[in-house]
């Protein structure tokens, strides 16, 4: 037996699914050992490689139940489909809070709420003083016409000779 | 779980030849591959990714079943291994498609002789 050559079929061993592992890991380790014997080591590796190509590939199609007891093994290697859904979410996120926090964002709107934004205050505060330097100007427009000048400009129109 | 279509005839080879080690006795993984190499005159011969590959696949469709604890005798720290009824069944349907397919090709052999050059 080749210990190096062992350590190594055990660790290609160890990247199978863990239920697979489980099941028949110290079975093939055993027949692993037997074979080497034979010097068959270079197909032995090349047939678990296949085997791990094969386990992740099946696993990856046909998941597995969850086992129902109290006590089970969690893989800490994270499916890749869950880092899929990760990356996507991320890039939508990333997105929609450029999208809406950044230069070309939607415009503010004139709000009343006190949870409003720093530069929603600041357009509030323009609106409402536009708005009130227009009606103090309609305001003053009213009050310098006298009423004179608008009787004899109502005469005018009348086509009265008086 | 449904059955399978892949394991309707033809099976693959080393489908084949684990259900049909195992139509005798009950036998743990190396002695699978042993008794392989010998039916095949040492021509098949199985690695235990393979082996285990295909007896996973076998065993989830319940061809296969671990052999109970009394029937171990000599080596108890091995599993042994054994061919369920539905196992027998598909291993019978497989050998007489073979069988057909043998007889077919005796067939066409012998009405089709090539001419002498």
């Known amino acids: ?43 032995l590796f090349i047939d678990i490689l296949r085997s791990l190509l094969v386990q992740h590939i099946d696993t990856q199609l046909h998941p597995q139940p969850e086992p129902s007891g109290f006590y089970s093994e969690i893989s800490s290697t994270p499916p ?24 070309q964002g939607p415009k503010p709107r004139l709000s009343y709420s006190a949870l409003v934004s720093s530069s929603r205050v600041h357009n509030t505060f323009t609106y409402w003083h536009l708005y009130r330097v227009e009606v103090n100007h309609v305001y003053a427009n009213l009050n310098s016409s006298s009423p004179e000048k608008s009787l004899s400009a109502r005469t005018t129109q009348s086509g009265d000779p008086r | 779980m449904k059955p399978d279509p892949n394991l309707s005839p033809p099976l693959a080879p080393a489908m084949l030849h684990i259900l049909l080690a195992l139509a005798s006795e009950d036998l743990h993984g190396y002695g699978i591959i042993q ?7 040492g021509h098949y011969k199985l690695g235990p990714g393979t082996l285990y590959d ?3 696949r076998l065993m989830d469709q319940k061809l296969v079943i671990d052999a109970p604890k009394s029937s171990l005798s000599n080596d108890e720290t091995r599993r042994l291994y054994r061919l369920t009824t539905q196992g027998r069944t598909v291993l ?9 397919v043998v007889q077919e090709a005796r067939l066409r052999l012998n009405e089709k002789r090539p001419r002498r050059v």
């Not at chain 1, 890991?25 to 027949?31: A, N, Q, S, T």
């Not at chain 2, 019978?92 to 069988?99: Q, T, V």
């Open chain 2, 54 to 56: 295909n007896l996973k």
């Open chain 2, 92 to 100: 019978s349907a497989e050998i007489d498609r073979l069988h057909s």
């Open chain 1, 80 to 103: 890749l489909r869950r880092i899929v859904h990760a990356a996507i979410l991320s890039i939508v996120a990333v997105l929609t809070f450029t999208r809406l926090f950044g230069p």
């Open chain 2, 35 to 41: 008794e392989i190499s010998r039916q095949s005159h």
């Open chain 1, 1 to 43: 037996m080749n210990p190096p050559l062992r350590a190594l079929y055990r660790s290609i061993l160890h990247l199978h699914p863990p239920a697979f592992r489980d099941r028949f890991g110290e079975e093939m380790l055993w027949i692993f050992d037997a074979q080497t014997r034979e010097g068959r080591s270079l197909q």
